[in-house]
């Protein structure tokens, strides 16, 4: 079946560093992926919707320049925390739409949690 | 507007017990799809089901079925004979056809099974 792949699954950084988590759609292509923060006991807040080929489609309150992301490939987006700091720390998980005739499906990858110290 | 409510913020029950975990969602769209996910404590979701707005039949995997109710703006999940591995946190999603990809989370059902 399809399969989503996110990777680091854990990550700690220092404060002032960048980290970059990759999500990958193994086995079909697509175009749009979506990426998701969760605090705990919470549910998941959409960050931002990744298009391939173009600019990232960010939620209100989120900011760009923070959380950097591309989708270069049909089968890769990637989410850069830049210059994290310690309430950066969080859940992070990416989802890929896959088209499946007139319908869809939404995947989720395992999830990347990042401390940061 | 489109949202999803799971009223349920925790359940405790106990394994071999049946446990139906509640979903309200709202929305304008004609054609939509309802999914639940399951978060075990690692983290990950993992996708149970799918439906679309025009399929309200019910559905049974195993010891999970699901009750599609448009009338009732409803889409339930029932465990039948709990196990202490069902211990999760569920949540209901919604992703309209106007909404352009984005899954309207419920706030998540935290179920504890005990044994």
């Known amino acids: 079946g399809a399969v989503v792949s996110q990777h680091p699954s854990w990550v700690i950084c220092k404060s002032g560093t960048s980290v970059k988590i990759e999500c990958r759609s193994l086995d079909f292509q697509a175009t749009t992926m979506f990426w998701y923060r969760q605090f705990p006991k919470q549910s998941l807040m959409l960050m931002a919707t990744s298009n391939e080929g173009s600019k990232a489609t960010y939620e209100q309150g989120v900011e760009k320049d923070k959380f950097l992301i591309n989708h270069a490939s049909l089968t890769l987006s990637t989410l850069t925390v830049t210059s994290a700091h310690p309430e950066d720390s969080s859940f992070y998980i990416c989802?890929?739409?896959?088209?499946?005739?007139?319908?869809?499906?939404?995947?989720f990858g395992e999830g990347s949690w990042l401390t940061v110290v | 507007a489109q949202k999803v409510t799971q009223a349920q913020t925790e359940i405790s029950v106990v394994e071999k017990e049946d446990v139906t975990l509640d979903c309200v969602y709202e929305t304008r769209d004609t054609t939509y799809y309802l999914f639940w996910y399951k978060q075990p404590p690692s983290g990950e979701l993992v996708f149970l089901i799918r439906?679309?707005?025009?399929?309200?039949q019910n559905e049974i995997s195993g010891r999970y079925s699901w009750n599609f109710q448009k009338s009732t703006s409803s889409f339930n999940f029932t465990i039948t004979a709990s196990q202490v591995v069902d211990s999760a946190v569920y949540f209901c999603?919604?992703?309209?056809?106007?909404?352009?990809?984005?899954?309207?989370f419920g706030q998540g059902t935290t179920l504890q099974v005990k044994p």
């Open positions: 989802s890929a739409r896959h088209l499946q005739g007139i319908g869809n499906t939404i995947y």
């Open positions: 999603a919604l992703f309209g056809s106007s909404n352009t990809g984005k899954l309207i």
């Open positions: 439906r679309n707005s025009f399929d309200e």
